[in-house]
């Protein structure tokens, strides 16, 4: 956050690639059992990483962080996903509105702007709704202490997406970088620490 307040990306290119290995290794070093969730995690995390790459400055190649972070998504999404008869969301539908709104409001700002990106942009907006939804879907199936960070941790990565496309497809926002990664790195981290709890439950 300080680099990105400095604009130092020559410095932040040795630094941000670190951010998600760190979360990695204190996967490893905390959790008490190998099980799928915690290899999804682990693969969320790493795909991250390489989407947080792709996206320094210096590269920019936005098309492939764009795929990174949909991999990771499509991990967490599994992750999340409790085999429940009854879920929270099928008990409470009205809660799936404010998702919807967000993601698909979003799209119809910036779709002008879009141009050959609008598809990909639609369907990386439509799994990460799918992952704040299954977030929220976990309440009821694990601690409270698990569920309350996920989810926090889930709607900051959404909060930081929803800045990082109005600043690159509508219109800069003051501070936009450091507010992107003080949402982003403090949800991975979130997310992290609530499937850790999960997990040693």
């Keep these: 956050m300080f680099l990105r307040y400095k604009g130092l990306a020559d410095i932040e290119i040795f630094v941000k690639p670190?951010?998600?290995?760190?979360?990695?290794?204190?996967?490893?070093?905390?959790?008490?059992?190998?099980?799928?969730i915690f290899y999804l995690l682990v693969?969320?995390?790493?795909?991250?990483?390489?989407?947080?790459?792709?996206?320094?400055?210096?590269?920019?190649i936005f098309i492939g962080g764009l795929a990174s972070?949909?991999?990771a998504h499509i991990c967490y999404i599994f992750s999340f996903k409790k085999p429940i008869?009854?879920?929270?969301i099928d008990q409470n539908k009205m809660l799936l509105l404010p998702f919807l709104?967000?993601?698909?409001?979003?799209?119809?700002?910036?779709?002008?702007?879009l141009g050959e990106l609008l598809i990909p942009v639609i369907v990386y907006t439509s799994v990460i709704i799918l992952m704040g939804i299954f977030a929220l879907n976990r309440k009821g199936?694990?601690?409270n202490s698990s569920f309350n960070l996920v989810f926090l941790g889930a709607s900051m990565f959404m909060l930081s997406?929803?800045?990082?496309?109005?600043?690159?497809?509508?219109?800069?926002?003051?501070?936009d970088g450091v507010w992107i990664m003080l949402f982003y790195g403090t949800?991975?981290?979130l997310i992290t620490e609530g499937i850790l709890r999960e997990m040693n439950d």
């Design 141 to 143: 199936t694990v601690i």
């Design 187 to 189: 949800g991975q981290y």
């Design 69 to 71: 972070f949909l991999i």
């Design 85 to 88: 008869k009854k879920s929270y």
């Design 161 to 175: 997406d929803s800045l990082i496309a109005l600043t690159r497809f509508y219109k800069p926002i003051v501070y």
């Design 43 to 60: 693969a969320a995390l790493f795909f991250s990483c390489i989407g947080d790459v792709l996206l320094l400055e210096k590269l920019n």
């Design 18 to 36: 670190l951010l998600m290995p760190i979360l990695i290794l204190y996967v490893f070093v905390y959790s008490s059992i190998r099980d799928n």
């Design 101 to 113: 709104a967000l993601g698909f409001g979003m799209i119809f700002l910036i779709k002008d702007n």
